[in-house]
């Protein structure tokens, strides 16, 4: 009798590590996405419903958008996007870990990133995916 409670209270040590250990090993490969950052998502998929498919790269610093038509995308276009995600009542947000938009065509290959240059207070824009 008192092995077999022994062996029970050991079976249960050893899964409730095991559920531990999954619970953070499963948090640490989550997307950084903050709440805000996953409203501003729906927002700019409302707004760009066919013309656009936006996705969070994992690991965070990189908003993908895709077009969803044949015209290859525009900067203008793809600086009103960074406003509306990045921007809040005139000011960039700060609670997010999102820094790039990547812009892809319709075939998903990259065209140009998009970023916020605090030097010149002004958008930058890169030919390279990854900076």
Known sequence: ???????????IAKTIVCLLLC?????????????????????L???????????????????????LVDKEPSKEEAR??????????????TNTNYVYLNVLNKEGDFQFQVYWDPKKNDFGFSAKPYY
């Not at 009103?80 to 947000?93: L, P, S």
């Open 23 to 43: 619970a953070l090993a499963s948090s640490s490969c989550r997307s950084p996405s903050t709440q805000e950052d996953r409203i501003k998502l729906q927002e």
């Open 80 to 93: 009103a996007i960074y406003k509306t995600f990045w921007f809040k009542d005139g000011q960039k947000r």
């Open 45 to 67: 998929t409302t707004a760009y419903v066919n013309r656009y498919e936006f996705q969070f790269e994992t690991g965070g610093l990189y908003l993908n958008a895709r077009s």
């Open 1 to 11: 009798m008192l092995f077999t409670c022994l062996s029970l209270r050991m079976a």
